[in-house]
C-alpha cells in the first residue's frame, strides 16, 4: 500500500537536476535540497511523506507509480530554512532501473524499510549500497524504521537498524507515519547534518 494519492507538484526544477552539483541551495540561511525516499513497496516511504508535507495519513491510498513529487520547508532553531523538495520513488521492482534517475544529484537519501518486515530491511541495505556506489560523496544518508506502531509484529529489531546505520555512516531512527511519531524528527535531524555553504 502506499500513501501517494496525490498528483505531484509542478517543479521548475527538471528530474534530477539540482541547483548546484549536490542538489542544494544557495546561502548559508536558504538552503534547497533535493531529498530522495528509496525502499521496498510498501514500506511507507509515500506515508512518511504525506504525514510531514499535509500532516495527513491515509492507510488506503495508491502505490506510487514511478515516481511522485512534493516539497516542504522547514525553519531551524538557529534561523536557517530549509526546503526539502521531495522525491518519493516506487518500490515495486519493475521501477528500481528508474531510481538512479532519481537519486544522482540528491542531497539526501531516506532509506526506509518496515519494522515488520526482514525482507524489507534486506532490500534497504541493497539501496545503501546502491547510494555508496553512485550517490553524491557528501549525500547525508538516514536509515528510516517505519511502522513503529506496529511493534509487537517486529520482524527487525532496532539494535540491528542501529548497528547497521553506525556501520555505514547513517543516521537511524524508527517512525510511525500513522501516529506522526518522530516524523518531523526525522526531517529536522536530516537539516541540521546538511552541509552549509560557505559564508565568504
Known amino acids: 500500500m502506499g500513501c501517494s494519492a496525490s498528483l505531484p507538484e509542478r517543479s521548475s526544477n527538471q528530474l534530477g537536476r539540482g541547483n548546484s552539483e549536490n542538489g542544494g541551495g544557495q546561502d548559508a540561511k536558504n538552503l534547497r535540497v533535493k531529498l530522495v525516499l528509496l525502499g521496498d513497496s510498501g514500506v511507507g516511504k509515500s506515508c512518511i511523506v504525506l504525514r510531514f508535507v499535509r500532516g495527513q495519513f491515509d492507510p488506503t491510498s495508491k502505490v506510487t507509480v514511478g515516481a511522485s513529487f512534493l516539497s516542504q520547508t522547514i525553519a531551524l532553531q538557529d534561523s536557517t530554512t530549509v526546503k526539502f523538495e521531495i522525491w518519493d520513488t516506487a ?3 519493475r521501477y528500481a532501473s528508474l531510481a538512479p534517475l532519481y537519486y544522482r544529484g540528491a542531497a539526501v537519501a531516506v532509506v526506509v524499510y518496515d519494522i515488520t518486515s526482514l525482507e524489507s530491511f ?9 547510494l555508496q556506489k553512485h550517490g553524491s560523496s557528501d549525500i547525508v544518508l538516514a536509515l528510516v524504521g517505519n511502522k513503529a506502531d506496529l511493534h509487537e509484529q517486529r520482524e527487525v529489531p532496532i539494535q540491528d537498524g542501529i548497528e547497521y546505520a553506525e556501520k555505514n555512516g547513517m543516521f537511524f531512527i524508527e517512525t510511525s507515519a500513522k501516529t506522526a511519531d518522530n516524523i518531523n524528527e526525522l526531517f529536522e535531524e536530516i537539516a541540521k547534518r546538511l552541509p552549509r555553504p560557505s559564508t565568504n
Open 91 to 93: 518500490g515495486q521492482e
Open 122 to 130: 534486506n532490500k534497504a541495505q541493497y539501496w545503501v549500497k546502491e
